[in-house]
């Protein structure tokens, strides 16, 4: 920890060689900044809690801290470091979301729009009344064919298109805006398929030119290089380096490098709670949550606004920021594991907000 002196004997400092009266006045504005007084932070039981937890997380893994300016805190390996790419799943989920709202502020579309606007198929199977908006935040009221979030038994479709008309033919579960179920191949993926239709360009292009391109997030991709339908939902390839650029963004109020990239007040109607957690029907969260927004788990609320939000890829890595304290939290894992680790991820949050205390009085 950094040691500051004492006041009084700074004080007696100063006052001898500073002895002018504007000198003492900006000495005196000096000591009431608390960045003069604030002890850098200490990472060292983080970092002993992540090296504890290297063999759960099967060796192979990148973990930062960041702030929306600066890394704070980088642990990878030489075989997987921040620049490697692998899958991150779930996490997918919220890129998805955001390219969503992008595609709204330029007008090609209202995230209150009914699906079938777009896609008439859904207007035929009595599901007229699904927006964009449950389906961002599942609650379509459709009942997935599969509700296991880690059998990994997606069915080989040709296309988006062919695998979002399948969807419009499924069982209505609950009225849509009911209840939020979340899916792995439901509500984010129709929301994919309705970007395409809008824009008349295939997903991964389009997520590509309007989202990730933009970004910077150059090792990012939506492809499917065995030729399959694209997954909206679950189908990203990204580096450590590449998603902490999409997470700055968010803490940035949606400027990148000072230029904005969605509007403060898209900013804040994306991460805005959704359902509240008295209408989650299915979380693979365990209750940790306050709700859910668009393509994130809301885990903290203060004074009615979402603070700290997460996607989690559900198979290891997790994604999250805390807009009030100001930081990053991201896991990527080379490997495709048994377990979500959101205990363990929850557990690192903790730790991680003692050293920023301050910043955010829950």
Known sequence: MISYPRTESLSFFFTRICTNVICRLIFLLLLQSPLL???????????????????ELEEDFVFVIATADTTQ?????????????????????????????????????SIDDPVQK?????????????????????????????????????????????????????TIRAKPGAECWY?????????GRVAEIVTKKKFDILIKSKLLTPLGMRRTSFTD?????????AGAQSTAEDYLKFLRMLLNKGKVNQVPFLTETSVTAFLQVQSPASKVAYSPMKGETVGYAHGAWVIENKDGASTAL?????YGGWS????????????ITK?????DKAGLHLEMKALIDRQWSDRCQQ
């Open 37 to 55: 007084l604030r002890a850098q932070p200490d990472w060292t039981a983080v970092k002993a809690k992540m090296t504890a937890n290297t063999k």
């Open 310 to 314: 997460c996607a989690p890829g559900l």
């Open 183 to 191: 899916s792995s191949s439901v509500g984010i993926t129709i929301a």
């Open 118 to 170: 777009y896609i008439p198929e859904f207007g035929k199977y009595f599901k007229g009344y699904i927006t964009i908006r449950h389906c961002l935040s599942h609650m379509t009221g459709i009942e997935p064919k599969d509700k296991s979030l880690g059998s990994g038994q997606r069915k080989k479709y040709t296309s988006l298109e062919e695998e979002v008309n399948e969807l419009a033919k499924l």
């Open 335 to 339: 490997n495709k594991l048994k377990e």
């Open 73 to 109: 805190l980088l642990m990878e390996s030489k075989t997987f470091t921040a620049k490697s790419q692998a899958p991150v799943f779930l996490s997918s989920q919220w890129l998805t979301a955001a390219l969503l709202f992008k595609l709204a502020e330029e007008g090609k579309l």
């Open 320 to 331: 999250m920021i805390d807009r009030c304290r100001g930081y990053a939290y991201l896991v």
């Open 225 to 233: 290089l065995s030729g399959g339908a694209l997954d909206p939902s």
